[in-house]
């Protein structure tokens, strides 16, 4: 049984590790939406709802593989020579899954300051065109108020 379950615990790393480099894949390409000169945000949107489908996936996964370590934690425990390879194998899986998510942190962090900058050229882009209409508005009332005549009273003498 113990066995059993140190397989699984192999096969859900291994999963585990595949989910991280989807994520690291969609962060790339969220990156590659906010690199591009008009952001597709409804593209960038998709990729967000994909990301979070993902890290739902990795949290069951987390979970199910802390189930499993409680069940074989002291069984590993006690006997280590038997088990060394499969051990081996977690250890080597563990240290690449730090690695990806030491990775995938900071893309995000890259990402996160895209964004950043992205919505405050939105915001002045807003801004300058709110200001370009009300100049427009402002010159065509005056152009208005140029072409009208006021009335005039005039004295006629005969």
Not at 48 to 71: A, M, Q, S, Y
Not at 82 to 91: N, R
Not at 105 to 128: C, D, F, G, H, P
Request: net charge negative.
């Amino acid at each position: 049984m113990e066995k059993q379950y140190i397989q699984m615990m192999l096969e859900s790393l291994q999963k585990k590790e595949a989910v991280l480099q989807s994520l690291l894949e969609k962060s790339a390409e969220q990156k590659d939406v906010l690199s591009a000169e008009n952001v597709d945000w409804d593209a960038f949107d998709v990729l967000t709802v994909d990301k979070g489908n993902l890290i739902d996936t990795l949290l069951k996964l987390d979970e199910g593989f802390e189930g499993l370590f409680e069940r074989v934690k002291e069984p590993l425990t006690m006997k280590k020579d038997l088990y060394k390879t499969e051990i081996g194998f977690m250890q080597a899986t563990i240290r690449s899954l730090t690695d990806k998510s030491a990775e995938l942190e900071a893309l995000e962090q890259r990402n996160k300051k895209l964004v950043e900058t992205k919505l405050t050229e939105s915001r002045q882009a807003i801004k300058q065109s709110k200001i370009g209409s009300q100049a427009a508005m402002q010159y065509y009332q005056r152009m208005n108020k140029i072409n009208t005549i006021d009335p005039q009273l005039m004295d006629k003498k005969s």
